[in-house]
């Protein structure tokens, strides 16, 4: 099994300060012997560059779960302090991208 995770770091600009995903997919990846890719994402930008990767490529077939982690609101997604996705936006990019 092989886990793809698009996630934010925490919408600070203090690195030390950012809080991530990472060493829980790290954990569960050598408890389970399951491998991981890890794609920080503070932009929408940056979070749509990696999905269209994904899905666009022999990539998607390599993985069984995708895994998005983010900060958010009722309703939206939290990129960064400037930036956020609803979920109608998020759930119309993925419908495009993951028809069958």
Do not use: W
Not at 8 to 19: C, G, P, W, Y
Not at 33 to 39: E, P, Q, V
Not at 44 to 67: C, D, G, M, P
Not at 78 to 89: A, F, G, R
Request: positive net charge.
């Amino acid at each position: 099994m092989r886990l793809f995770s698009a996630a934010i770091a925490a919408s600070s600009n203090n690195l030390e300060q950012r809080l991530s995903v990472k060493p829980l997919l790290e954990v569960i990846s050598k408890l389970n012997g399951i491998k991981f890719t890890h794609c920080p994402c503070n932009t929408k930008s940056e979070f749509l560059f990696h999905l269209y990767n994904f899905t666009a490529s022999k990539i998607i077939s390599k993985y069984s779960i995708l895994v998005l982690a983010f900060h958010g609101y009722a309703r939206k997604i939290v990129l960064s302090d400037q930036e956020q996705l609803t979920l109608e936006e998020l759930a119309e990019i993925m419908g495009q991208r993951f028809q069958g």
